[in-house]
Structures are given as structure tokens and as C-alpha cells.
């Protein structure tokens, strides 16, 4: 496994390959996966022997209080290998986090058992997720 930071044309093309395999996020565009990977600070992409990407996450951070990880992504081919626990440590120990008080996430309740492992709780002291629309 090689490790990325830094995305080139082609793994944005892969990035958003590895969308169309995830019901949550199938009907991004092409464009808007290129504006959403430039626009991330920290992006970390995982690619197997073949340089195919096979993992992908994304973090926005202040780097000191808050770290918001989105769109962890494994290949469908690739889960249940310890590619997505390769990702978790990959951000939890990525030089630029070290300093932040709180990594969240969002996830649905079939993989809250995946993120525990990694000491994520449910319990945020009653703090509930609150979204309006916009464009």
C-alpha cells in the first residue's frame, strides 16, 4: 500500500469512482468531487500495489479544537482487509492533527461499533446534529 496527500487529476478520478460505490454520496459529480478534494485541507488517500486508489478520507480542522472527518471510503473490494483502520490511524496520527482536542464524524448506526474501536462515542453531552438546506 502506498499512501497519498497530495491528488492528481487521476486520483480525483478515482476519488470519485470510490463515490459511486457508496449510496451516501453515488450521484456527486465529477466537478464537484474536484472542488470537494481542493477544497479539504487534509486529504489522505490509500492506493494498493497497482496505484488504484483503494481508500479515501477527508478532514477539515481548525487544528486545535476540532477535526471533522467526512467521506471515509474503502473500496467494496478491499473491506474487512484493515484498509479502513489503516485510514483511521493515518488521520489520528496525521502531523498537522496531533494538536486537536476532538476528532467527530458522522456515521450511520451499522458502523459506530468500526468507529468505537477507534474511541469515537455517541455520547457528546446531549449535542444533537442540526442541518437546514441551501443551494
Known amino acids: 500500500m502506498t499512501i497519498i496527500y497530495e491528488f492528481s487529476d487521476e486520483h480525483i478520478k478515482?476519488?470519485?469512482?470510490?463515490?459511486k460505490e457508496v449510496w451516501w454520496a453515488k450521484d456527486r459529480s465529477?466537478?464537484?468531487t474536484i472542488d470537494c478534494v481542493k477544497g479539504s485541507q487534509i486529504c489522505i488517500g490509500i492506493l494498493d500495489d497497482d496505484s488504484h486508489l483503494i481508500g479515501f478520507a477527508r478532514i477539515l480542522s481548525d487544528f486545535i479544537y476540532k477535526a471533522i472527518i467526512f467521506d471515509v471510503i474503502v473500496s467494496n473490494s478491499r473491506r474487512g482487509n484493515g484498509v479502513g483502520q489503516k485510514m483511521m490511524s493515518l488521520i489520528k496520527n496525521h502531523e498537522k492533527l496531533k494538536k486537536v482536542k476532538h476528532f467527530e464524524l458522522y456515521c450511520l448506526p451499522e458502523m459506530e461499533s468500526?468507529?468505537?474501536?477507534?474511541d469515537f462515542s455517541t455520547d457528546v453531552g446531549g449535542i444533537k446534529l442540526m442541518r437546514c438546506a441551501n443551494a
Open 14 to 19: 478515482q476519488v470519485h469512482q470510490l463515490y
Open 30 to 32: 465529477l466537478e464537484d
Open 114 to 118: 468500526f468507529y468505537s474501536s477507534f
